[in-house]
C-alpha cells in the first residue's frame, strides 16, 4: 500500500491518508455493528423479543468486546498484528450474516457475539496504527479516526429506515458488501502498518511520558477515567439502544421518522468527536474531559420535559458535547501508561463496550418494570459524575501540540 503513507519528517509529519484509511475502516466496521443496533425494532416486532432481550443482545455484543479487547491489545503489544485488522472485519461480516438469516433468539445472541468479536480485534491494533501515523498530534489522530466510528454508527438507522424496513431482515445480507471493502482495504492497512510498525517505539516513550506521576496518581487517574466512561456509556446506551423507542412511545411517531431522528443524535456525536480531539491537543485532554461530561448536566436534566423539536434540538447538543471526551480520554490514558498504546486502546475501548453493553441491559429492565420516559429521567442524572474529572491529575507535562506538528 504505498500510496497509504504520506512521507514523514522525522515523526512530526501526520500520514493524513493513512488515518483517512483507517478512520474509512472504522466507518465500515461501525456501520454493521450499528445496522444490528438500528434493527432492534425489527427483531423486535419479529421474535416477540421484550427490552429485557434487547438489553441482552447489547450486552452480548459489547461485553464479548470489552472482555477480548484488552487482552488482544496486551498481545499485540508484545506481538504486533498488523494482518489481525481483515480477520476482525471478517468476524464482523459473519456476525452481520448470522443476524440476517437468524431464525431464533440464540441465533441472535450468535450474531452479536461474532459482532463483539470483530470489534475486539478490530480497535486495539487499528488505534495503535493511528497513533503510529499521528505525527505527534495524537488527539487529532484519535479523533480522525474515532469519527469513522461515528459517522458508521449514525449510518445504521439511515439505512435500516430507508432500505431494511421495506425489505425485510434479510436483506441486512446486502450490507455484506461493505465488510468485503473494509477486508481490502484494511489488508493495505496492514501492508503499510508492517513497513513502518518499527517506529511506534522510536522515542515515543519518553515523549509521551507522564510528566512524573507516581504510581498512586497514575491509579487515581485511571480510576477517575473508568468512572468517567461509566457515566458516558450508561447515557449513551439509553440513547443508542432505546431512543427510537422512546420517541415512537413518547410522540407517537412512526418507525421511520424516529430512525432519521436517532441519525440526527448520532451525527452530532460524530461531530463532536472530531472537535474533541483536536481541541485537546491545543488546550489539554483534562479540560475537555472535565468540560464535555460535567458540562452536558444541564442539557439531560432538561431533556425528558420538553416536546418533541426541543427533544431533537437537545440531543444534538448532548450528542456533540458529551462525545468529545473519548478521543481525550483515550490519549490521556495513552500518556498515562507509555509504551502500552495496545492495551490501554483495547482497555478503554473494551470497557466503553462493556459498560454500554451493561447499561443496555439495565436500562432494557429497567423500561420493562416502569417505562421508557423513566427511564430517561433517571438516566439525566448520570452526567454528573463528571465532576470527578476535577482529580485528575496534569498527565501531559503542559505539552500542547504545536500547529507546525499538523503540516505535512
Not at 432492534?40 to 450486552?59: E, W
Amino acid at each position: 500500500m504505498t500510496t497509504m503513507g504520506i512521507q514523514r519528517s522525522g515523526n512530526e509529519t501526520t500520514a493524513f491518508a493513512v488515518l483517512g484509511a483507517a478512520s474509512l475502516c472504522h466507518l465500515l466496521n461501525d456501520t454493521l455493528q450499528s445496522l444490528a443496533i438500528a434493527s432492534y425494532p425489527i427483531f423486535k416486532s419479529g421474535f416477540g423479543l421484550s427490552f429485557s432481550q434487547i438489553g441482552l443482545m447489547t450486552l452480548t455484543y459489547q461485553v464479548t468486546a470489552s472482555l477480548l479487547q484488552p487482552m488482544v491489545g496486551l498481545y499485540t503489544d508484545k506481538r504486533p498484528q498488523p494482518f489481525s485488522l481483515p480477520f476482525g472485519m471478517t468476524a464482523s461480516l459473519l456476525g452481520l450474516m448470522a443476524l440476517a438469516y437468524a431464525s431464533s433468539y440464540g441465533q441472535l445472541l450468535i450474531g452479536s457475539a461474532l459482532l463483539g468479536i470483530g470489534s475486539s480485534i478490530f480497535h486495539p491494533e487499528s488505534s495503535r496504527l493511528a497513533r503510529l501515523a499521528s505525527g505527534g498530534a495524537h488527539g487529532l489522530a484519535q479523533s480522525i479516526f474515532q469519527v469513522g466510528g461515528n459517522v458508521g454508527s449514525s449510518l445504521g438507522p439511515l439505512l435500516v429506515a430507508f432500505f431494511v424496513l421495506p425489505r425485510g431482515q434479510a436483506s441486512l445480507a446486502w450490507f455484506g458488501l461493505l465488510a468485503l471493502c473494509g477486508i481490502a482495504v484494511l489488508t493495505g492497512l496492514g501492508s503499510w502498518y508492517k513497513r513502518h510498525g518499527r517506529l511506534r517505539t522510536g522515542g515515543s516513550r519518553t515523549r509521551d511520558a507522564a510528566s512524573a506521576l507516581s504510581p498512586r496518581q497514575v491509579r487515581l487517574a485511571l480510576f477517575v477515567l473508568f468512572g468517567l466512561i461509566l457515566s458516558k456509556f450508561f447515557y449513551m446506551a439509553s440513547f443508542t439502544s432505546y431512543y427510537v423507542f422512546y420517541l415512537m412511545d413518547r410522540f407517537a411517531l412512526p418507525q421511520a421518522s424516529a430512525q432519521l431522528y436517532l441519525f440526527i443524535f448520532l451525527g452530532a456525536v460524530a461531530a463532536g468527536t472530531l472537535i474533541g480531539g483536536p481541541v485537546g491537543d491545543r488546550i489539554g485532554r483534562k479540560a475537555v474531559i472535565w468540560g464535555s461530561i460535567a458540562g452536558v448536566l444541564p442539557f439531560t436534566l432538561v431533556l425528558p420535559y420538553v416536546g418533541l423539536t426541543a427533544t431533537v434540538a437537545l440531543s444534538v447538543v448532548i450528542g456533540v458535547i458529551l462525545s468529545s471526551a473519548f478521543s481525550a480520554i483515550v490519549v490521556y490514558a495513552q500518556e498515562l501508561m507509555p509504551g502500552r498504546v495496545g492495551m490501554v486502546s483495547g482497555m478503554f475501548f473494551g470497557l466503553a463496550f462493556g459498560l454500554g453493553g451493561i447499561g443496555a441491559a439495565l436500562v432494557g429492565a429497567l423500561a420493562d418494570f416502569t417505562s421508557i420516559e423513566f427511564v430517561y429521567r433517571v438516566c439525566a442524572f448520570l452526567p454528573a459524575l463528571g465532576f470527578l474529572a476535577a482529580f485528575l491529575p496534569d498527565a501531559e507535562g503542559r505539552r500542547i501540540v504545536s500547529r507546525s506538528t499538523l503540516k505535512g
